[in-house]
């Protein structure tokens, strides 16, 4: 069924509302995805504090037009926007999302810190391991030697003991 004038303004200001204020905005491709599937990619994108909403291209092209971006990019097939005020979970959650639901959901661009950008660095980002895995690698770094000359003193201990 169509929409009427009247929603479509509606969309238009909450698209506008989103990408005004979501500090990460990931533009997702579907395609024969069921309801079952979209309930359960929003629920678990929802656990992470992403939203997923599906947009009409012509009114997300209007808003980008309208937009700081001034951008117009063309999307092949259905559009879903992917949001939230952390940065990487959006493009992270698309991510898991597609690899779960055999690529029926991809990345086709998105907004990061304020700029446009293309699938091909929306999809680096998505790699890029949460704020918990970062901090716990740079403690092992930082305990790496520390640990090392432990063990090093260990063993000469034990020489001398022996």
Do not use: H, W
């Amino acid at each position: 069924m169509a929409k009427s004038k009247a929603q479509k303004q509606e969309s238009l200001k909450e698209i506008a509302e989103i990408i005004k204020t979501a500090t990460a905005v990931v533009f997702a491709g579907f395609d024969k995805l069921t309801v079952g599937e979209v309930t359960e990619a929003r629920r678990a994108m929802r656990a992470s504090g992403v939203r997923l909403l599906t947009v009409k291209k012509t009114l997300l092209s209007k808003v980008l037009k309208e937009s700081t971006y001034a951008v117009s990019p063309e999307f092949p097939g259905k559009v879903a926007l992917a949001y939230s005020q952390d940065l990487l979970a959006p493009a992270r959650e698309v991510l898991t999302a597609g690899k779960k639901l055999e690529e029926k959901l991809s990345i086709l661009g998105g907004l990061f810190e304020g700029v446009y950008t293309d699938k091909e660095k929306m999809t680096t980002i998505a790699l890029i391991p949460s704020r918990e895995v970062l901090l716990g690698q740079f403690v092992n770094l930082i305990n790496s030697p520390i640990q090392g000359l432990v063990i090093g003193l260990d063993a000469i201990a034990k020489k001398k003991t022996a």
